[in-house]
């Protein structure tokens, strides 16, 4: 997977955005990756495209200082555009990997996920998905089943929700002091099949990404948790931060609009074509 590069980009490529002082989010191409923490004690949050190592890298020593490296990796999920740096990252820092303990066997070499389904009703990206990677990563060794009790160890003061849907193992990470949430592909805040909303970054409340989400229903009960935590503020594995009332207000229309919004009409993974 490294060494396939993806050709898709946004207006957001190569921006960081600081959503809190400990918190920055980064843009590689199509997808955010959060740096969490401070100088000598942070974390890094998913792994960004295949070949953006280097550019990962780059960014956190702009923000860490020279030869910076985080205490581990946490992973929301384990599909392409959330790991495709992620062994290139291991090796050069030597650090572990912390993921749900259902999405292990997609991070050890021993399940593939299902293939990208060009068949779902959607725009171009979806059309073009087949060419995504669906292939699972070995990192057998290095990688950990995120505690029972909802801790991410090398995260104080964030929880862990399982958020299933997008992927069986999906998580979203919450921070209770200040209510700020990091949805992954729960739910994200661009319509990610859509080329023009891709590129442009149009912000619009959205399910999880069609062509990769095989369970509807789990995707659906995984929007109402999130919902009902109020968050102040959530970042999402595909588009721009929101915050305060627009949050909650876009949060609350997907959730009361699901079906109609997020679930397509037809596709591999829709059960019957029925809502």
Do not use: C
């Not at 898709?8 to 990756?33: C, F, W």
């Not at 849907?165 to 209510?179: A, I, N, Q």
Request: net charge negative; hydrophobic share 40%; proline share 7%.
């Amino acid at each position: 997977m490294e060494n396939k590069f993806i050709p898709a980009t946004s207006v957001n490529s190569g921006k960081m955005v600081e959503i809190q002082p400990d918190l920055q989010m980064y843009t590689v191409q199509i997808v955010n990756l959060f740096f969490v923490g401070s100088r000598g004690d942070w974390v890094l949050v998913d792994a960004g495209m295949p070949q953006s190592a280097e550019e990962i890298v780059q960014e956190a020593e702009k923000l860490f200082g020279e030869g910076a490296k985080p205490k581990a990796i946490v992973l929301t999920h384990g599909h392409f555009d959330h790991v495709g740096a992620l062994e290139e990252l291991i090796q050069r820092w030597d650090v572990d990997v912390y993921a749900h303990e259902q999405e292990l066997p997609f991070l050890t070499g021993k399940q593939d996920y299902p293939k990208p389904d060009a068949s779902v009703e959607g725009g171009m990206v979806a059309k073009i998905s087949p060419m995504f990677p669906h292939e699972a990563i070995d990192i057998s060794g290095r990688v950990h089943a995120l505690p029972a009790d909802g801790t991410v160890p090398p995260m104080p003061g964030w929880e862990w929700i399982h958020t299933p849907g997008h992927s069986p193992g999906h998580v979203s990470l919450f921070r209770p002091s200040d209510k700020v949430l990091l949805a992954g592909d729960a739910f994200v805040t661009v319509k990610q099949d859509a080329l023009y909303n891709v590129l442009t970054q149009k912000k619009e409340f959205q399910g999880p990404p069609r062509y990769l989400t095989t369970d509807w229903q789990a995707a659906k009960q995984s929007v109402i948790r999130l919902a009902e935590l109020q968050p102040d503020i959530a970042a999402t594995g595909h588009g721009e931060e929101a915050r305060g009332e627009e949050l909650r207000d876009g949060l609350a229309y997907l959730v009361r609009e699901f079906d109609q919004i997020a679930i397509p009409d037809y596709g591999r993974y829709v059960e019957d074509n029925d809502k």
